[in-house]
């Protein structure tokens, strides 16, 4: 069901925070895990909350994303203990939709569980890097103030001379879907959007309203722009890379630090390949290298660790940039990840968090497919 929150005074935070905090206070959920601005506040971190007196500093706009919360919520869902002492509390999770779409990959792969989960989406009004937002909030600059007030006339445009992260500059899902309430700030000229499951709706005491006019095409004209970007991103990535050795040259700066891994939400494994003995050579091994070839690169296998990463999850890449992000040599990684999970995604029909219900294509086996590359 679709209504308008109305807002007073203009204070579409201060709505939005009274709406979690009623939540809370009715018990529709039992804990929050809602962005909050640091102490310092020149950075918003996700926390879980279970006390409405502490709603007062989150900000759930905040276009800034330190940490994929998909990984959170699998942390706090997938491994529950089960006992008769031990209470089922409800979880509502104010995502982002690159975020939902993580965790309906972790929840196909089985590390995270939405039983007892409500997906609060929230419109997705871009993010700065860490570093880019700290700049600009230490100058006093209001980037949640400055981002709903574009986005009221249909914009999502950065601070001037600063860009959005690279991805997040070709994300064509700027609106959440699969949340069980999807907040809408793009196109809303006057109130907020919520667009509510009913069972929820009833809860919350909501009566429907029309979606407002305009936020449609507003919302159709980002995602084409984005798209445009991701296509144009992505061919010139095809154009520089096109073979092994130019594959190799991308990742020439990679010093195997894993940091893209650790950030990356669908790398999940606990124990990983490349952190065991497999990769941990003793020292004879390198002295051999090198003496075959002459010379060797250290640290040695960068390339296999991206090839054997992107064979392992490039399916469910949701191409958040969370791994660009991190990287310390400032390598493209996440636009790497997503025109090669372009391909192998469309090879499968296979859209990465779209739908809860479509079977993860590693894990499936069916007869008809890839014909084409005969019989093994
Ligand atoms: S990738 Fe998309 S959803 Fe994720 S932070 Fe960037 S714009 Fe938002
Ligand atoms: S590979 Fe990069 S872009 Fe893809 S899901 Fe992982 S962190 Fe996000
Ligand atoms: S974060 Fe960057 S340098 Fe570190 S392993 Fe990943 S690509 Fe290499």
Redesign the pocket.
């Known amino acids: 069901m679709k209504a308008i929150m109305e807002i007073r005074g203009n204070d579409t935070l201060g709505a939005l925070r009274t709406f979690l905090r009623t939540m809370l206070e009715k018990g529709v959920v039992d804990a929050l895990l809602v962005p909050q601005v640091v102490p310092s506040g020149d950075n918003v971190v996700q926390t879980l909350v279970r006390d409405p007196e502490h709603m007062e500093t989150t900000d759930p706009i905040s276009p800034v ?1 330190p940490v994929q919360s998909a990984t959170l919520v699998a942390n706090l869902t997938g491994n529950m203990p089960i006992g008769e002492n031990i209470p089922r509390l409800r979880l509502g999770a104010v995502l ?4 939902i779409r993580a965790l309906i990959e972790l929840t196909k792969l089985k590390q995270a569980n939405l039983d007892d989960v409500v997906i609060i989406g929230i419109d ?4 700065y890097e860490v570093r880019d937002y700290a700049a600009l909030t230490g100058e006093g600059v209001s980037l949640t103030a400055e981002a709903l007030a574009a986005a009221r006339q249909g914009l ?1 445009v950065p601070h001037g001379g600063y860009q ?2 690279a ?2 500059q070709m ?4 609106t ?1 879907a699969n949340a069980d309430i999807a907040i809408g700030l793009i196109g809303v000229q006057n109130g907020i959007l919520l667009d509510v499951k009913d069972e929820l709706a009833e809860k919350l005491g909501l009566s429907p309203d029309a979606e407002p006019a305009g936020r449609a095409a507003a919302v159709e004209k980002l995602v084409a722009d ?1 798209i445009a970007r991701r296509d144009a991103v992505i061919s010139e990535f095809r154009q520089r890379v096109v073979d092994m050795p130019s594959l190799l040259a991308e990742f020439s700066r990679c010093i195997r630090c894993y940091n893209c891994m650790v950030a990356c939400p669908i790398c999940y494994c606990k124990q990983c390949l490349f952190q065991g003995p497999t990769f941990d050579h003793d020292s004879d091994v390198y002295y051999r290298r090198a003496g075959r070839q002459g010379i060797i690169r250290m640290p040695t296998d960068t390339l296999l660790f991206h090839l054997t990463r992107m064979n392992h999850m490039v399916t469910s890449c ?4 969370l791994c660009t992000s991190a990287c310390p040599s400032q390598l493209p990684v996440g636009t790497i990840f997503r025109a090669v999970g372009q391909k192998v995604q469309a090879l499968f029909d296979y859209q990465p968090g779209r739908r809860l219900d479509e079977e993860l294509p590693l894990a499936t086996f069916r007869e008809d497919e890839l014909t084409d590359l005969g019989e093994g």
């Open positions: 994303i982002k939709s690159c975020e997705c009004l871009g993010t999502v959005f992260r991805a997040c994300c064509e899902f700027p959440p984005r949701v191409g958040c940039g």
